[in-house]
């Protein structure tokens, strides 16, 4: 039977898992301190660049002798350039229980050519951790983006692996917690989970991934965007804000800011409370309903990013045309906007609960998709 339309509509119907929703107190007048049209090696660019990278460091938590450096490409340039540069010293171990996950595995045993084992789960579901061997090079996600699965802690791996750890985390940094002594490599975009733009990659390095590279020359070429060292040592500039090429000022600005906010939410601690509570608005939704459900199969795996639901009623006579549908009927309404799953996962909706969501939102939009699942079913 249809349902009448819900009263309220979220303020922000923004739930789009990249780019996220810009912090809730965004306007582009805070952007107005940018330094435009200054070379970014001016002591005032080099300065912002800087403190994005202590800013990111005071707020995740990360110990001090790791290094981060800004670098180009976003996420997919961060990872590729430690892929590329690292692997090939030892056997490799690729793990994917989604999209990205695979596409990582495609580069290294495709493009890269590398003694791989290739460990994948299916959608919903993770790679059992206990019986990866930690004395390879292991690449992975923590947070599966398109399943919404995520590792749940860093128990499975040991401190005392002989191999390095190269994890993606783009969609869990500033949401979930990351055991930085079990992580050499460590990934994400300003994109995500703080709102901000595209464009650079966040590259965070233990110093035992420092020691594989300066220690070790892989056999292929290294483009100048890859090249992280120079006669055998780090170019330690790198890491202090001489970014390799030039950086957008704009973008780096919009992240200045964006941390600026998340200090003001209490942090790292308040993000992750955000997201939880963000997330923790729909896993009770699913659980009152009989016709949605999380795709995580695991409660403990399931993600507070990228919550990725699947419907599970047996009317439904096409999934994928049924989850297209619902996600165009919210879309129309202006309430939940680019919330269809990724075109690579199962047929659903996928709803991003970042930090820089409101939870008032996220309760204003539930509404909706009750209603615009009532009146799918009833379109059918
Ligand atoms: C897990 C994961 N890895 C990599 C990427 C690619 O990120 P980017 O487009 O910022 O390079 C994404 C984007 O959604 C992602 O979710």
Redesign the pocket.
């Known amino acids: 039977m249809a349902m009448t339309k819900p009263a309220t509509r979220p303020a922000n119907p923004r739930f789009s898992?990249?780019p996220c929703a810009k912090i809730p107190t965004f306007d582009l007048t805070k952007l107005s301190d940018a330094a435009l049209g200054r070379s970014h090696r001016a002591a005032v660019g080099k300065a912002k660049l800087k403190d994005a990278i202590e800013g990111t460091r005071e707020l995740l938590g990360i110990p001090a002798d790791y290094r981060i450096g800004i670098v180009p490409?976003?996420?997919?340039?961060a990872?590729e350039m430690a892929m590329w540069s690292l692997l090939g010293a030892r056997k490799a171990t690729m793990l994917a229980w989604e999209s990205?996950g695979a596409g990582w595995v495609t580069d290294v045993v495709k493009q890269l050519k590398i003694d791989a084992e290739v460990k994948t789960a299916d959608y919903g579901d993770i790679v059992d951790l206990s019986t990866v061997d930690w004395n390879t090079d292991v690449v992975f996600?923590w947070?599966?983006?398109?399943s919404g699965v995520r590792v749940p802690n860093g128990d499975a791996i040991p401190a005392d692996r002989d191999g390095l750890t190269i994890c993606?985390a783009?969609?869990a940094a500033f949401a979930q917690d990351l055991p930085w002594d079990k992580l050499d490599v460590t990934t994400f975009?300003w994109?995500?989970v703080l709102g901000g733009e595209?464009a650079h990659?966040m590259l965070i390095l233990s110093p035992r991934a420092v020691e594989r590279l300066e220690s070790y020359t892989p056999a292929w070429p290294l483009p100048k965007i890859f090249r992280m060292t120079k006669g055998g040592k780090l170019i330690e500039g790198i890491f202090v804000g001489e970014t390799i090429n030039t950086p957008s000022m704009l973008a780096v600005e919009d992240y200045l800011v964006a941390l600026d906010w998340a200090r003001s939410v209490g942090g790292f601690k308040g993000l992750m409370a955000r997201a939880d509570a963000n997330a923790k608005a729909i896993w009770d939704f699913c659980e009152a309903r009989d016709w949605i459900d999380n795709l995580a199969n695991d409660p403990a795996t399931r993600s507070n990013t990228s919550v990725c639901l699947k419907f599970t009623d047996d009317r439904i006579k096409d999934g994928a045309a049924f989850a297209k549908a619902v996600a165009k009927r919210l879309e129309t309404e202006g309430v939940a906007l680019d919330v269809g799953a990724y075109r690579d996962a199962p047929a659903g909706l996928r709803i991003w609960c970042g930090g820089t969501v409101e939870t008032s939102d996220v309760e204003a939009m539930l509404p909706w998709l009750d209603w615009a699942f009532h009146e799918e079913i009833a379109a059918q």
Do not use: I, R
């Open positions: 898992s990249g490409a976003s996420d997919t340039g990872v990205f996600t947070n599966g983006t398109t993606d783009t969609s975009s994109q995500k595209a990659g």
